[in-house]
């Protein structure tokens, strides 16, 4: 008997073989994608097009090696995406793990902020002929402060040592964005958008709208890795709200593991709760040590590993916070601009 297609399924078919054939668009998200099971180094394609390698960071355990920070790449039709650039060593790993899935050349490379694991590895990618993209206040930062850090960072020694920032060069920002910045060829989209001040005061995030993923960089991380010395945590959590708005199923966060979309509730719990315990301990008179002691989140140890107060940084997460709520941080010293969000709310437009 001679088998007939049904033709319900033609275009599906015809879709899919077109995608595979790789100059159709991406086919859009169906469901909640899958959240694979990865370890450190792993790459795992988790939409059409898209990858995601999950990076080390040595802060919830001593014994893992340091790899900087995570890494999502968007193959488009004919060019490559990179969200951050990490220190010049691991992103010369992530060059050789990208090319293992494209053999398209790397494009634009999104620095989410200026911190070394995020921006130094600039020259690494521009050496492939990558355009570096990130937030103004970002590449202020690094034209303004980069030359002195980088050179203080190539001087450590011990555990901190980095002689890759000895035979490389501080590569400066190539297209420094306002509030968005959005590349879209057909097949991929992609939005670099800046909510306002949160770990740094400029971070960006990159939204795939098609695929339902969220690329947070350190505005949103998964675990003990939230470093505040540079934040404004009041702002942080406005911004962390107004991501939420997104239509997102997947948060690829800048450390730790993915995550579904609740991520960012359990960032802003978080915030909000070291804010709440540490003011009710200035209202009742205590030293920051008392606070610092009395502080116990139970749930914060099961979703990290670790004590809320328990690990140098997050004792100094709760010495920021105290400072800040008693108007010590000087947010202008670290160059800080009123975020879109304290003047206009912020427009995210999706689709064309
Ligand atoms: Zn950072």
């Known amino acids: 008997m001679k088998r007939v297609l049904p033709l319900a399924l033609v275009p599906a078919i015809l879709a899919a073989v077109l995608y595979l054939h790789g100059d159709r ?8 994608l899958p959240i694979p099971e990865m370890q450190f180094n792993d790459v795992k394609e988790i939409a059409p097009g898209v990858f995601f390698r999950l990076s080390s960071i040595s802060a919830a355990d001593p014994k893992i090696p340091f790899g900087g920070s995570n890494h999502t790449w968007v193959v488009f039709k004919d060019y490559v995406v990179v969200i951050d650039a990490n220190f010049p060593k691991e992103a010369a790993d992530v060059v050789a793990a990208i090319k293992k899935t494209t053999d398209k050349p790397i494009r634009y490379v999104l620095d989410t902020h200026h911190h070394g694991d995020h921006a130094y590895g ?23 402060n980069g030359p002195k850090q980088w050179e203080e960072a190539s001087k ?10 000895k035979t490389t060069t501080l590569k400066q920002v190539d297209i420094p964005f306002d509030d968005r910045y959005v590349l879209d060829d057909g097949t991929q989209r992609v ?23 969220l690329c947070t960089g350190d505005a949103c991380v998964n675990g003990a890795y939230n470093f505040m010395g540079h934040s404004n945590s009041a702002s942080w959590i406005r911004c962390l709200n107004e991501m939420h708005k997104l239509d997102v199923d997947v948060i690829c966060p800048g450390h730790g593991k993915l995550a579904r979309k609740d991520l960012l509730k359990t960032e802003v ?15 009742a008179k205590k030293s920051l040590e008392d606070i610092t002691a009395g502080l116990h989140f139970p749930w914060y140890k099961e979703w990290t590993g670790v004590d809320v107060a328990g690990p140098q940084m997050n004792k100094d997460s709760v010495k920021h916070v105290y400072n800040e709520l008693q108007g010590k941080v000087e947010h202008e010293r670290l160059g800080w601009v ?8 912020v427009a995210v437009t999706r689709g064309d």
């Open 122 to 144: 600039n020259s690494v990618w521009a050496k492939e002929g990558a355009k570096i993209v990130a937030h103004k206040n970002a590449a202020r930062l690094l034209a303004v």
């Open 269 to 283: 719990r978080y915030f909000t709760e070291l804010r709440a315990g540490v003011q009710a301990g200035i209202d």
């Open 338 to 345: 009123p975020s879109p969000l304290e003047t206009r709310p």
């Open 191 to 213: 939005e670099f958008l800046h909510f306002g001040h949160c770990h740094t005061i400029g971070d960006a995030v990159a939204y795939l709208p098609k695929h339902k993923i």
């Open 25 to 32: 668009p991406a086919p859009a998200a169906q469901g909640p």
């Open 156 to 165: 450590a020694t011990g555990k901190d040592a980095r002689d890759d920032l």
